[in-house]
């Protein structure tokens, strides 16, 4: 183990890329366009500093929290990520780090493993949906995930389907057939840790999506679900209103940056959001998440919980975010690149890394519990928070001082106009 173990999370993702296939790797990468929004998720927490105090520390410190009335030992959860092709156990094997640490498991659509298999290896398995396919097909989805043991939903709806990447996008087969697998052998062979550990297990990398399978039917490939996705028409409020009333549990609503979307989530009943802009791969350019984070928590934070995902890659970034209003931390990179460094171990070592991380910002700020955070604690830059969703003063953006911080408001609603275009997608399709 001691030849396995890492210490930063950036030290996962050096193994990640020695031991992954280029176009495995670039997958995990994903992103979209330039990539700026992925490089500001980042930066953006390195730009806060703490104010820490030299004595009166407290011995103890309390970092357990609930979250969609789970109880979790501290404030981070597994995003939902799909088709993890980085470890033959994939999800499970996630599944089961974060129930070691105690800690909740966001399962995918389109995943590589079944609901039922990952709620049987974690209780607290939080079941995601895309506005997928007709309406009696989502039913039929929550409605296993339900049987399945499930304990809430995770509703992701920020998907404009952006096309390109600069760096350019990885190679990902339709179905691994003999023929694929003769095109990607000269990867394979230059990652043989890696191919080694899919042929130990008697399988290669799945690239179906089991959850989207229809009774009766065989599961679709990956890129048949993601076309079905493509193809169906966006959701409405309304849709987003009725897709909330069919479940009978805990909901979250994921993607929010918008003060004015948050308000309307928590009129269309969700018990959480999350303040995400998909980990970059979404619409690039798109702010980063901790710089909307606290104005979206003021406005909706009284009546729903608010988590953030984006850009955390240490306890410290966790203390931050909790520091300006989230209830809790969503990490997706993060944990694949643990699970491609030393599989179920390494996700147990990126969580144990975030956990030190926290309690030593906690530790130094003088506080007891993460629940005393706040924005008193921390060094903002002027400027560096964003309002975005409420109107635009007419003289120019509004500054607010509260807090010895600055919050800029500006918002607008932009008009997208011309025909979707038609990306090749990524395996990871939420990564943080």
């Not at 992954?20 to 730009?47: D, M, R």
């Not at 909740?104 to 396919?133: H, P, R």
């Not at 130094?364 to 008193?376: F, N, R």
């Amino acid at each position: 183990m001691a030849n396995h173990w890492f210490e930063t999370v950036s030290l996962a993702e050096q193994r990640a890329k020695e031991h992954l296939p280029p176009s495995v790797y670039g997958a995990l990468i994903a992103g979209s366009e330039k990539g700026v929004t992925i490089e500001q998720n980042k930066e953006a927490f390195a730009q806060i500093g703490f104010a820490p105090h030299v004595a009166g520390h407290k011995p103890h410190r309390e970092l357990s929290t609930e979250v969609m009335g789970m109880q979790l030992s501290m404030p981070v959860l597994i995003s939902p990520t799909g088709v993890q092709a980085v470890h033959p156990e994939g999800e499970i094997a996630v599944a089961r780090a974060a129930a070691n640490r105690g800690t909740a498991i966001g399962l995918s659509s389109f995943a590589s493993k079944s609901v039922e298999d990952v709620a049987a290896a974690n209780e607290n398995t939080l079941f995601q949906m895309y506005w997928c396919g007709t309406r009696e097909q989502m039913l039929q989805r929550m409605d296993r995930a339900k049987k399945a043991g499930a304990r809430g939903i995770i509703a992701t709806l920020d998907w404009s389907f952006s096309n390109g990447r600069d760096w350019g996008s990885p190679w990902i087969p339709e179905r691994l057939d003999l023929r694929t697998a003769m095109k990607f052998a000269p990867q394979a062979l230059t990652r043989p840790k890696w191919l080694y550990s899919f042929l130990k297990s008697g399988r290669v990398p799945d690239l179906t999506a089991p959850n989207l399978q229809a009774p009766g039917g065989e599961a679709p490939t990956f890129f048949g679900a993601y076309g079905e996705w493509m193809g169906t028409p966006p959701p409405t409020w309304e849709d987003v209103a009725w897709l909330r009333e069919q479940w009978d549990g805990p909901f979250m609503l994921k993607g929010v940056t918008r003060i004015d979307d948050a308000k309307r989530a928590v009129d269309a009943g969700v018990t959480a959001i999350s303040v995400s802009n998909h980990g970059g791969n979404n619409l690039d350019t798109t702010p980063a998440t901790i710089r909307v984070l606290p104005g979206i928590a003021e406005a909706v934070g009284d009546e729903i919980e608010v988590l953030l995902d984006g850009g955390v890659r240490r306890g410290s970034d966790v203390a931050k975010a909790v520091a300006l209003g989230a209830k809790a931390v969503m990490i997706g990179r993060a944990y694949l690149w643990g699970l491609a460094a030393n599989g179920q171990a390494g996700v147990e070592n990126v969580l144990d890394i975030m956990r030190g991380g926290l309690e030593a910002a906690v530790l130094g700020q003088g506080k007891a519990s993460i629940h005393d955070l706040s924005p008193d604690d921390l060094v903002v830059p002027e400027g560096f928070f964003l309002r975005l969703g409420e109107p635009r003063d007419t003289a120019g953006p509004v500054v607010d001082t509260r807090n010895s911080t600055s919050r800029t408001t500006a918002a607008s609603d932009a008009a997208a106009t011309g025909p979707a275009p038609q990306p090749r997608p990524t395996a990871a399709l939420s990564s943080q």
